[in-house]
């Protein structure tokens, strides 16, 4: 639907096969039913897309609840909607109480809905949300994006008994993906807590990716995530990787992605020892942190691909960066991409044992393969100056140099 007038809800009811709505440019989406009650309609719809629609958060609560079945919901350049949380269980959409986790900076509040001249107003001593910038989500959604230039949108603290365990988006208990697109302030309650006892997401999470996400400081907030297995992250500016061998040692993080976050390796404070762990993957476009031997020397019985791109700094490994590289001897596959200064691989790839796979696109000067040539154990290469690569088995390597 685009740029059209809403619809009556009697009309999606009647269509007992949808199942995905996408919406654009709209400034109301359904229009009231005379003589029926809102409360008897049940659309089967699964998926909802809404992109640049002007409707508030209050209507989009009431909406939702109209889908008992929705699953997958994506959100973005939805101006009117403010805050951000989650419908109570065994609660309707207009009685769910709230509560503000102000325990993150070492103090609890308490939110309260207000009738003033008719219009609901929830307030705190320091923060007041109008009840129509509040989005309330249903408790049953699995997939999620939030996404693209909410500039003020923030995580509302929701919970009705009040722990400051249960707020954020907790309360969508079966929520396994969560994508989140340059919202600076969605997690602005989290930014100042070194508490691990205040957590703004359900650890039933399999995969996050957030990009932009200006508030976040540490990665702290993060470690309920027990079922975590990808984590993408990028744009943090001011992020630290505290608390990342925390979701290490829990034992399912198996792919991380960490792009422009210049703090993260310089502060995730490895330790000594980390208990086993299956992280299989890393991508990065910060060789001088990642490539550090305490960090490699972790990681050196798990990583078997690691993703090098984008970085605009490096032109050539140093002895200490290649001497840490080597640790990660269970590398099977190794990439670089787009670092348009690099003037050649690091040397000694051949003490990578299980080096499989090598693949370089788009990296200045290596056009190539090394003169010395490639690691014994190689099976599958390809070297591009840009646009589409062509991986090749070995044998098209001696071919060349014959």
């Known amino acids: ?88 269980l065994g609660t309707t959409t207009t009685t769910t109480s709230l509560s503000r986790c102000s325990s993150c900076n070492g103090e609890k509040g308490e939110q309260t809905v207000k009738h003033r001249e008719g219009q609901d107003v929830i307030e705190e001593e320091e923060t007041t949300i109008s009840a129509e910038g509040l989005l309330l989500l249903p408790p049953q959604i699995q997939e999620m994006r939030i996404g693209r230039y909410f500039e003020s949108l923030s995580c509302v603290l929701l919970s009705d008994d009040k722990e400051a365990t249960a707020g954020g988006l907790q309360g969508l208990h079966s929520l396994r993906s969560l994508h989140i697109l340059r919202c600076p302030k969605l997690l602005s309650s989290y930014s100042s807590s070194s508490s691990t006892t205040c957590f703004p997401f359900p650890n039933s999470l399999q995969s996050l990716r957030f990009v932009g996400v200006q508030d976040i400081k540490t990665l702290l907030p993060l470690t309920n995530l027990n079922s975590l297995t990808e984590l993408e992250i990028g744009e943090c500016e001011d992020l630290i990787g505290v608390g990342l061998w925390h979701l290490l040692a829990q034992g399912h993080l198996t792919k991380l992605s960490v792009k422009e976050t210049p703090k993260f390796f310089l502060g995730s404070d490895p330790p000594q020892e980390l208990p086993s762990h299956p992280l299989q993957e890393l991508r990065t476009d910060d060789v001088a942190g990642f490539l550090d031997p305490p960090i490699c020397a972790l990681l050196s019985s798990s990583i078997i691909k690691l993703v090098i791109s984008s970085d605009k700094d490096i032109e050539r490994f140093t002895k200490e960066q290649e001497e840490a590289l080597w640790l990660l001897t269970s590398l099977r596959e190794l990439e670089f991409w787009e670092c348009k200064r690099l003037q050649c691989l690091p040397s000694g790839l051949h003490k990578l044992p299980n080096l499989k796979k090598l693949l370089v696109n788009g990296c200045g000067a290596i056009l190539s393969p090394p003169k010395e040539g490639l690691p014994s154990s190689v099976e599958v290469w390809g070297i591009s100056r840009g646009g589409a690569l062509r991986p090749r088995r070995r044998g098209y390597f001696h071919s060349l140099q014959k």
């Open 1 to 88: 639907m685009y740029v059209c007038p809403p619809l009556p809800l009697d009309r999606f009811q009647a269509l007992s096969s949808l199942n995905t709505i996408k919406m654009s440019c709209m400034d109301h989406v359904f229009s009231p039913v005379e003589g029926g009650d809102h409360a008897e309609f049940q659309v089967p719809v699964e998926v909802i897309e809404m992109d640049e629609c002007r409707v508030s958060g209050k209507e989009l609560t009431q909406v939702l609840s109209y889908f008992p079945k929705l699953s997958k919901l994506s959100i973005s350049c939805c101006e009117k909607i403010a805050w951000i949380g989650v419908v109570a």
